[in-house]
């Protein structure tokens, strides 16, 4: 399907048109080099081609390939889907797209053999990803199904109007609420690591206390205010804290066996890139993060810490 837009800002077509759709300069270059890119109906071919004021700039993403994951042997729960959006619950050690250093089939795989339409705006390897979750992070990810609600979603990603609380249990209670907003960027003496550092990018969490459990474990609540990797674990490593698991970030073992890293995408907001409505999507936690806490908290007061109505007021103090 083609799109057209009419320039409002001259500049180099690359960077213009990345600013516009929200996808990075290599997925434009590649539209470019693929001849999908036009300027006043010409194609162009030179990702360094000058726009002016008025241009009409014609784009066009190609379809998603149907292509077979070698084998898929799990499932993924689905919490909504219409035409536009799918909404999962994601597992545990399911990474969202392939890469070169993913061997094992990824949500993309999972996707695709599903037969589910997909967008085509974050390139070949990323159809339909708006946002990611880390692979031992679980809970709700929104799939774009078509280019019009991916460009969309981006676009309230970027103002905000978008986004997630996600749940976390850690080793050591916080002293009080708090937000840090500290620059992140990659570890320079660790590659699997991110930082904080003084020229990483801008990154804000808020935390707040939801219950105190045995074995001077706690239950947060966080909210991103931007969309760094790995933000909350590096915003709660300067605190001294750690998510029960998180070995990568300082989490060292207690007599209780944890196997995997306890945060939980657990409430998703948007506004459907369709009809305009306001939606919000909460997904169930997984049976381990559930058997810890009625194993070292009070459940039931657990329970209505994080009734759905109650989630988000938690930032509104």
């Known amino acids: 399907m083609n799109n057209t837009v009419i320039i409002e800002q001259s500049g180099r077509v690359d960077k213009v048109l990345s600013g516009l759709l929200q996808v990075s300069r290599n997925q434009i270059e590649k539209l470019i080099k693929d001849g999908l890119v036009q300027v006043n109906e010409r194609v162009i071919t030179k990702t360094s081609y000058k726009l002016v004021i008025g241009d009409r700039v014609s784009y066009q993403f190609l379809e998603a390939t149907k292509k077979e994951p070698a084998k898929i042997d799990f499932d993924v729960e689905i919490l909504y889907e219409d035409d536009d959006i799918l909404v999962v619950n994601k597992p545990s050690g399911l990474v969202i797209h392939p890469a070169p250093s993913v061997k094992e089939p990824t949500l993309v795989d999972w996707l695709i053999h599903r037969g589910i339409s997909l967008s085509t705006i974050s390139g070949e390897e990323r159809h339909g990803i708006v946002h990611r979750i880390d692979k031992e992070t679980t809970g709700a990810l929104v799939v774009a199904k078509n280019n019009e609600a991916h460009q969309k979603l981006s676009e309230q990603l970027q103002e905000k109007s978008m986004g997630r609380y996600y749940l976390a249990l850690i080793d050591c209670p916080l002293k009080d609420d708090t937000v840090i907003n500290k620059p992140i960027g990659r570890n320079p003496k660790n590659r699997l690591k991110m930082d904080i550092v003084d020229n990483g990018k801008e990154a804000k969490t808020a935390f707040v206390k939801l ?106 103090k």
Do not use: C
């Open 211 to 316: 219950a105190e459990g045995k074995g001077n474990t706690e239950l947060i609540i966080a909210k991103l205010f931007t969309g760094r990797t790995h933000q909350i674990r590096v915003h709660l490593e300067t605190l001294g804290r750690h998510i029960l698991g998180d070995a990568l970030y300082g989490y060292k073992s207690k007599s209780y066996k944890v196997s995997r890293v306890n945060l939980h995408a657990y409430q998703l907001y948007l506004i459907h890139p369709r009809s305009g409505e306001k939606m919000q999507f909460v997904a169930p936690l997984f049976d381990d993060m559930k058997q810890f806490l009625t194993a070292y908290f009070d459940k039931e007061f657990v329970d209505k810490q994080i009734a759905p109505n109650k989630v988000s007021g938690w930032f509104r």
